[in-house]
Each structure stands twice: as structure tokens, then as C-alpha cells.
């Protein structure tokens, strides 16, 4: 399997309630990261995982929160949603320390 | 506290013409830097990098330079082909994340 893929592409949930997101990548990527990204602004790192175990996380609050699965796929949780996390959430991933990461399309979350 | 800056957020050029896009950084950890770029509906795509023990980095049309003292890095797009429309991100790498600038939209004209 080739890239990056991300479900669902879009997603309408309201404040307070929990969401899912996930990431299949590909095979052999060891490594995968996440990132917000607010309309006009570049995306915000969350955290980052490798090898299943959390490595780096960013100023993100601890209800955001990740879960790293042998088969290269990914899961990031958010709960209590507020409507501040609306946003397009992207899921990187790369083979060990190399330097280039590839992205996937993103879910674009919408809080109302 | 922003470490990596793209202070314009737009650019025009015309075909054929050189592209220059520029990006100011503050964090001195950063052990290489990329350019990404990015078409609406779609995620980034990683165009270049370079160490930041390297001053220069080039692939085809594509040159990426780091101007350390300054704490700057620029990217040449040479000849701008119209199929390079789009948003340019640079970002500052360490081992465990990207830093990414606000990007800049690239226009190129006929």
C-alpha cells in the first residue's frame, strides 16, 4: 500500500461530543505525526508517534490524545470538543528518522 | 511564539520567470528544514530539504538555501511552470516534529 490515507474526509460534530480520526500509512512507516491546521494558518504539530510509543507532543491539551497500531495505522481522539477545534487534521508519516514525511489529505472537522 | 515565518503570504510571478520564496526562522535547533507544497483538497507535498549544516540544496528546478547567520532560508523555482500554483510552507525539522510557517500562495501567470 501507497500514501497516506485518511477517513472520513469530512466530519460535523457538536461542541462537547468526542470524535475518532484515522490513518492508514504506509507500509513500513514506523513513524507517524499529526497536525491542526486552522483555515489560513500552516499546520500545528500535536504529537508524534513511533514504534506505538508517544515521542513529541505539542501545546495541545491532554484531551487531545493518540494511539499508534502495528499495522501502521493511527487513531487521534479529541474529546470535549470545542469550537475552536475545527480545523483540517493531518496525519504524517515517514520510515525512521528519514527526513521528508508524507502527508496525507486531512479530515476537515467542523464543531458547531 | 512563532519560530518559523513566511512573511509573505502571497507571490506573483510569471511563466518562465523565476520564483523566489522566503522564510525567517528563530529556533536555532532545528537540524534541517523542508518546503512543502499544497494544492487545495489535498495534503502537503514534501518538495525539498537541506541540513542545517549545508548552505544550498538543489533538485531540477528546485533550490532551497540557508543563510544561517540570518537565520533564513529561501526557495528558487526556476522556470516557474503554471502547474507550481499553489501554498508553500517551509518548516523547521527536529527528531520529533515539524515547525511549520503561515505559507505563501504562489501565483504563476501566462
Known amino acids: 500500500e501507497t500514501g497516506v490515507t485518511q477517513s472520513p474526509t469530512h466530519l460535523i460534530k457538536t461542541r462537547g461530543q468526542q470524535v475518532t480520526l484515522r490513518c492508514s500509512s504506509q507500509s513500513g512507516h514506523n513513524t507517524v505525526s499529526w497536525y491542526q491546521q486552522a483555515l489560513g494558518q500552516g499546520p500545528q504539530f500535536i504529537f508524534q508517534y513511533y514504534r506505538e510509543e508517544e515521542n513529541g507532543r505539542g501545546n495541545f491539551p491532554p484531551r487531545f490524545s493518540g494511539l499508534q497500531f502495528p499495522n501502521y495505522s493511527s487513531e487521534l481522539n479529541v474529546n470535549a470538543l470545542e469550537l475552536d477545534d475545527s480545523a483540517l487534521y493531518l496525519c504524517?508519516?515517514?520510515?525512521?528518522?528519514?527526513?521528508?514525511?508524507?502527508f496525507g489529505s486531512g479530515t476537515r472537522l467542523t464543531v458547531v | 511564539d512563532q519560530q518559523v515565518k513566511q512573511n509573505s503570504p502571497s507571490l506573483s510571478v510569471q511563466e518562465g520567470r523565476i520564483s523566489i520564496l522566503n522564510c525567517d526562522y528563530t529556533n536555532s535547533m532545528f537540524d534541517y528544514f523542508l518546503w512543502y507544497k499544497k494544492y487545495p483538497a489535498e495534503g502537503p507535498t514534501f518538495l525539498i530539504s537541506i541540513s542545517s549544516i549545508k548552505d544550498k540544496n538543489e533538485d531540477g528546478r528546485f533550490t532551497v538555501f540557508l543563510n544561517k547567520s540570518a537565520k533564513h532560508l529561501s526557495l528558487h523555482i526556476v522556470p516557474s511552470q503554471p502547474g507550481d500554483s499553489a501554498v508553500y510552507f517551509c518548516a523547521g525539522g527536529t527528531a520529533s516534529k515539524l515547525t511549520f510557517g503561515t505559507g505563501t500562495r504562489l501565483q504563476v501567470t501566462l
Open positions: 504524517a508519516s515517514r520510515f525512521g528518522t528519514a527526513v521528508g514525511y508524507t
